[in-house]
C-alpha cells in the first residue's frame, strides 16, 4: 500500500491511501464466484477485464496561460445487457487498473438491481482541489470530445463519481449537444433538475445506503436508535448518510474528511456540520482535537461506513477494527485480504456493490423519465428506489444463504448470472 499527499483548494496537504490493485481483487472475487457456480473458464475469460477500453490526453489551457496534458480513461465493461453506465472520477490517484475494476463494479451493480445495463466508469487524472471552475469547464468538455465516438444514450451513458457533480455533467451534457447536433439530455445522468436532471439523484447514492442499514438492523434484529455509527468521508455519499441516520435517532460518533476525522462517542451535531461543510466535504478544519482517517477507523461503533475512497480497509488494519458491522459505501473500500480478517472475525461486510447501488438506480430513472420525457415526484423515485434496494438486498441474503457464501460473493454470483445469461443469449458463449 502506497500514499499519496493531496493539497486541497486552500493548501492544506493530506494524505490519501493509493489503493493498490483494484482490477486483480475484482478478479479473485471473480474467480471465486464463477467457481461456485461451475461455469466453464471462458465465462472467467470474457468478465476479467473490460470489452472496451480507451485511453485519452486531453490537452486543456490553464488560466495562466501553459497548456498541461490530462489523461482520461472509460472502460466499458460488458454490453450484452444493454448500453453501459457509470461514472466519470476526477483524482490524482486515478489508474487505468482502477477504472476497469470501477467498470466491472458497475456491471454487478447493474445485475444485482436487474437495470438493463452493463458496467462502464470514467476517470480523469487530475486534482480538482486545485483547479479553478474554468479549467475544471475546459477539462470536462475536453474529455467528451476525446470520448464522444464511444458514449451515447443507447451506447454508454456517463454519470458523476468521486469529485464530479452536476454542473460538471452540465457542461459534459452541452459539449455533447454541440457535437451529436440534437439535445440528448439521457447521455449523461446525474445532471442538474433544470437539464433533465432527476428529483432524489443528488442524494440517491446515501438514501439507498440508508435503506440498506435499515435492512440490515432488521435482519440482525438491532434497533438503529441503538446503534453507534462511523462515517469515514463527508462528501455527497457520506453527508447525507450521516444525516439520514442521524434524523432516525442513530448516534454518529465520527465523520472524516480528506484532512482528518473527527470522533465524540456522545454523538455529532451532523446538520451543523453539513451547513457548515465546503464544496469538497471538508468540515474537520471546525475541530481542534482532530484523529487521522485510519485512526478513526479503529474507534469503536457498531457499524462502520467506509464512504470515502477504495482501500480503507486492509490487512493492516482489520484486525484492529472495532465495529460489528461494516457497510460498504464506497467502491472498493475493503481488500479482499481484510475481508478475509473480516470473515474471521465474524465482523459483517456489506457489499460496495450492492450498498451504494442506489446512485445507479436513480440514474437510470433519470434515464427512463428523459427518454419519456416525463419527469417524476420526488416521492415517486424515492419509492421506486426503496423497492428497488429492498428486493436487492433479500436477493444477495438469499443467495448468501443457498451457497453458503459471503454477501460479496452471493452480490457477485447474482451479477454474473445475469451477465452470463445475456452473452449466452447472444450467441457470445456457450454455457
Ligand atoms: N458513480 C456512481 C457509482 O459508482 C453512479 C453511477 C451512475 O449513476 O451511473 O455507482
Same mark, same amino acid.
Not at 480507451?54 to 489551457?61: D, G, K, N, S, T
Given at each position: 500500500m502506497k500514499t499519496s499527499t493531496v493539497k486541497t483548494n486552500n493548501n492544506i496537504e493530506s494524505k490519501e491511501i493509493v489503493h493498490d490493485n483494484p482490477l486483480l481483487e475484482f478478479q479473485s472475487i471473480l474467480k471465486d464466484a464463477i467457481q461456485i457456480l461451475n461455469h466453464p473458464t471462458v465465462v472467467y475469460e470474457l468478465l476479467k477485464e473490460p470489452i472496451r477500453f480507451l485511453e485519452v490526453r486531453i490537452p486543456v489551457r490553464m488560466d495562466d496561460n501553459s497548456t498541461k496534458v490530462f489523461y482520461g480513461y472509460r472502460a466499458q465493461h460488458n454490453d450484452a445487457t444493454g448500453p453501459t453506465k457509470g461514472g466519470i472520477r476526477f483524482h490524482p490517484n486515478v489508474t487505468p487498473e482502477e477504472v476497469k475494476a470501477l467498470s466491472a463494479w458497475m456491471s454487478m451493480k447493474c445485475g444485482i438491481t436487474g437495470l438493463p445495463y452493463g458496467g462502464a466508469k470514467g476517470g480523469i487524472i487530475c486534482d480538482p482541489r486545485t483547479m479553478s471552475l474554468r479549467e475544471l469547464e475546459a477539462l470536462s468538455r475536453g474529455y467528451v470530445r476525446a470520448i464522444s465516438q464511444i458514449v $451515447? %444514450? @443507447?451506447?454508454d451513458i456517463p454519470a458523476p463519481d468521486v469529485y464530479t457533480n452536476s454542473q460538471i455533467m452540465a457542461w459534459m451534457l452541452d459539449e455533447y449537444d454541440h457535437i451529436r447536433e440534437f439535445d440528448s439530455p439521457s447521455f449523461i445522468t446525474g445532471k442538474p433538475i433544470a437539464l433533465g436532471g432527476s428529483k432524489g439523484r443528488e442524494t440517491a447514492t446515501s438514501k439507498g445506503l440508508f435503506y440498506i442499514t435499515q435492512l440490515i438492523s432488521e435482519l440482525l434484529q438491532i434497533s438503529l436508535k441503538d446503534m453507534k455509527i462511523i462515517v469515514q468521508g463527508f462528501g455527497n455519499v457520506g453527508s447525507y448518510l450521516a444525516l439520514y441516520l442521524h434524523q432516525l435517532g442513530a448516534k454518529v460518533v465520527g465523520i472524516s474528511d480528506v484532512l482528518g476525522g473527527v470522533y465524540d462517542e456522545n454523538g455529532l451535531d451532523i446538520p451543523y456540520l453539513i451547513e457548515k461543510r465546503d464544496s469538497f466535504g471538508v468540515v474537520s478544519n471546525l475541530f481542534n482535537n482532530t484523529i487521522s482517517n485510519m485512526e478513526l477507523l479503529e474507534k469503536e461503533c457498531d457499524v462502520l461506513i %467506509? &464512504? &470515502?475512497? $477504495? +482501500?480503507?480497509?486492509t490487512e493492516s488494519n482489520a484486525d484492529n477494527l472495532k465495529c460489528k458491522i461494516v457497510v460498504e &459505501? &464506497?467502491? +472498493? %473500500? @475493503?481488500t479482499g485480504e481484510a475481508a478475509k480478517i473480516l470473515a474471521e472475525r465474524e465482523i459483517l461486510v456489506v457489499p460496495d456493490i450492492l450498498a451504494n447501488s442506489g446512485g445507479v438506480i436513480v440514474s437510470y430513472f433519470e434515464w427512463c423519465q428523459n427518454n419519456q420525457g416525463y419527469y417524476w415526484t420526488e416521492e415517486e423515485v424515492d419509492q421506486k428506489l426503496k423497492e428497488k434496494m429492498t428486493t436487492s438486498f433479500w436477493k444477495v441474503v438469499e443467495t448468501s444463504k443457498k451457497y453458503n457464501v459471503s454477501l460479496k460473493v452471493a452480490a457477485y454470483i447474482i451479477g454474473i448470472d445475469t451477465l452470463v445469461e445475456s452473452s449466452r443469449l447472444r450467441g457470445w458463449i456457450t454455457v
Amino acid at each position: 500500500m502506497k500514499t499519496s499527499t493531496v493539497k486541497t483548494n486552500n493548501n492544506i496537504e493530506s494524505k490519501e491511501i493509493v489503493h493498490d490493485n483494484p482490477l486483480l481483487e475484482f478478479q479473485s472475487i471473480l474467480k471465486d464466484a464463477i467457481q461456485i457456480l461451475n461455469h466453464p473458464t471462458v465465462v472467467y475469460e470474457l468478465l476479467k477485464e473490460p470489452i472496451r477500453f480507451l485511453e485519452v490526453r486531453i490537452p486543456v489551457r490553464m488560466d495562466d496561460n501553459s497548456t498541461k496534458v490530462f489523461y482520461g480513461y472509460r472502460a466499458q465493461h460488458n454490453d450484452a445487457t444493454g448500453p453501459t453506465k457509470g461514472g466519470i472520477r476526477f483524482h490524482p490517484n486515478v489508474t487505468p487498473e482502477e477504472v476497469k475494476a470501477l467498470s466491472a463494479w458497475m456491471s454487478m451493480k447493474c445485475g444485482i438491481t436487474g437495470l438493463p445495463y452493463g458496467g462502464a466508469k470514467g476517470g480523469i487524472i487530475c486534482d480538482p482541489r486545485t483547479m479553478s471552475l474554468r479549467e475544471l469547464e475546459a477539462l470536462s468538455r475536453g474529455y467528451v470530445r476525446a470520448i464522444s465516438q464511444i458514449v $451515447g %444514450p @443507447t451506447k454508454d451513458i456517463p454519470a458523476p463519481d468521486v469529485y464530479t457533480n452536476s454542473q460538471i455533467m452540465a457542461w459534459m451534457l452541452d459539449e455533447y449537444d454541440h457535437i451529436r447536433e440534437f439535445d440528448s439530455p439521457s447521455f449523461i445522468t446525474g445532471k442538474p433538475i433544470a437539464l433533465g436532471g432527476s428529483k432524489g439523484r443528488e442524494t440517491a447514492t446515501s438514501k439507498g445506503l440508508f435503506y440498506i442499514t435499515q435492512l440490515i438492523s432488521e435482519l440482525l434484529q438491532i434497533s438503529l436508535k441503538d446503534m453507534k455509527i462511523i462515517v469515514q468521508g463527508f462528501g455527497n455519499v457520506g453527508s447525507y448518510l450521516a444525516l439520514y441516520l442521524h434524523q432516525l435517532g442513530a448516534k454518529v460518533v465520527g465523520i472524516s474528511d480528506v484532512l482528518g476525522g473527527v470522533y465524540d462517542e456522545n454523538g455529532l451535531d451532523i446538520p451543523y456540520l453539513i451547513e457548515k461543510r465546503d464544496s469538497f466535504g471538508v468540515v474537520s478544519n471546525l475541530f481542534n482535537n482532530t484523529i487521522s482517517n485510519m485512526e478513526l477507523l479503529e474507534k469503536e461503533c457498531d457499524v462502520l461506513i %467506509p &464512504a &470515502a475512497l $477504495g +482501500g480503507q480497509i486492509t490487512e493492516s488494519n482489520a484486525d484492529n477494527l472495532k465495529c460489528k458491522i461494516v457497510v460498504e &459505501a &464506497a467502491n +472498493g %473500500p @475493503t481488500t479482499g485480504e481484510a475481508a478475509k480478517i473480516l470473515a474471521e472475525r465474524e465482523i459483517l461486510v456489506v457489499p460496495d456493490i450492492l450498498a451504494n447501488s442506489g446512485g445507479v438506480i436513480v440514474s437510470y430513472f433519470e434515464w427512463c423519465q428523459n427518454n419519456q420525457g416525463y419527469y417524476w415526484t420526488e416521492e415517486e423515485v424515492d419509492q421506486k428506489l426503496k423497492e428497488k434496494m429492498t428486493t436487492s438486498f433479500w436477493k444477495v441474503v438469499e443467495t448468501s444463504k443457498k451457497y453458503n457464501v459471503s454477501l460479496k460473493v452471493a452480490a457477485y454470483i447474482i451479477g454474473i448470472d445475469t451477465l452470463v445469461e445475456s452473452s449466452r443469449l447472444r450467441g457470445w458463449i456457450t454455457v
